[in-house]
């Protein structure tokens, strides 16, 4: 399937929900009216015994509350609006069981039976992965979103079905960039996230994992676009971070809705203003061989922001989308 990727009319972002596991219920929710099985009949090569599933190893499965290949509950224990339509779900962890996620690039998914449809959707936590007690899912409420509407009507105390670790993409250690447990990058020493909405999650994870490491000395550029103001998810963390460390640390915020005084730049603020290679080109770094860019978004964004990242120099080895 991974040569045809970029090649599938629904885009990537669909397939890779369904990356390393079973699709048959992401392929039904999108294609409810193709008979599959027939278009597929000269394909079938046998079933799959399911006693040839290896089990997990007693250690894991006693440390960590997700499952790799078999969905778990989690109960819902608190809900708190961050932001204009932005929710944040606190689920609780069985025990002294960690969630389950090690690396940044890691996700999980989110499964629920809706309007008669088994509807997935893949989701990074904002809590840290050594989190125990309970983690956090960061969702954006679109009044026309299946899943994001259903987890908004949850009462506290509901649970909801989740499975993983997900993710090809890796940031194991310092400097290094791995897709599939294969190193891309290992001499990193600037990272760049540019992100869209709750596209934040992720990179916040891969934030974490740089500044809290004393031997990682990476540093990192941050372009988060949003609406306006009121749709930034994560500014409470951000800016302390890019004031504490200024010579490292360097937190762009890209505000499609005009302030008072219009397109007026208000220190790590654009106002006004939409997100495009000139821009892009005066906020990041040069792409030199040990710069990384990285960007996670809705599918359009994540199409036009690989396609801007290339004419302004960065190659595609050099370029990761969460």
Not at 49 to 63: I, Q
Not at 153 to 182: C, F, S
Request: charge should be negative; proline fraction near 5%.
């Amino acid at each position: 399937m991974t040569p045809y990727l970029k090649f599938h009319p629904g885009g990537i972002a669909d397939l890779l929900l369904a990356a390393g596991g079973d699709c048959t219920d992401l392929f039904n929710e999108k294609h409810p009216w193709v008979n599959g099985h027939s278009m597929l009949e000269k394909c079938y090569i046998g079933q799959l015994d399911p006693d040839s599933v290896t089990a997990n190893s007693n250690s894991e499965s006693s440390r960590f509350a997700l499952d790799k290949t078999q969905w778990r509950h989690f109960t819902l224990a608190f809900k708190q609006k961050v932001s204009h339509q932005t929710v944040k779900f606190t689920f609780e962890l069985p025990g002294t069981k960690l969630l389950g996620l090690e690396t940044p690039g890691q996700h999980l998914k989110v499964r629920a039976k809706i309007n008669g449809h088994m509807v997935e959707r893949a989701f990074t936590p904002t809590s840290k992965f050594s989190q125990s007690a309970s983690f956090d899912l960061v969702v954006k409420i679109y009044p026309d979103g299946v899943m994001s509407s259903y987890l908004d009507n949850l009462a506290i105390g509901d649970t909801v079905e989740m499975l993983g670790p997900q993710g090809v993409l890796g940031y194991p250690e310092a400097g290094v960039v791995t897709v599939g447990g294969q190193s891309k990058m290992t001499n990193v020493r600037h990272v760049v996230m540019v992100a869209a909405g709750t596209g934040i999650a992720p990179m916040l994870q891969l934030f974490r994992a740089i500044m809290e490491n004393n031997k990682d000395t990476t540093k990192i550029t941050l372009v988060d676009c949003n609406h306006s103001l009121r749709h930034i998810i994560a500014l409470a963390q951000l800016e302390p971070l890019a004031n504490m460390f200024p010579d490292r640390v360097m937190v762009h915020h890209v505000l499609h809705e005009a302030s008072e005084d219009d397109s007026t730049e208000l220190g790590s603020f654009k106002t006004g203003k939409q997100l495009d290679k000139t821009m892009l080109a005066e906020l990041l770094p040069k792409a030199s061989p040990d710069v990384a860019a990285f960007h996670c978004g809705p599918p359009a964004f994540d199409e036009a922001v690989g396609i801007m990242l290339k004419s302004i120099g960065f190659k595609e080895k050099q370029i990761f989308m969460f």
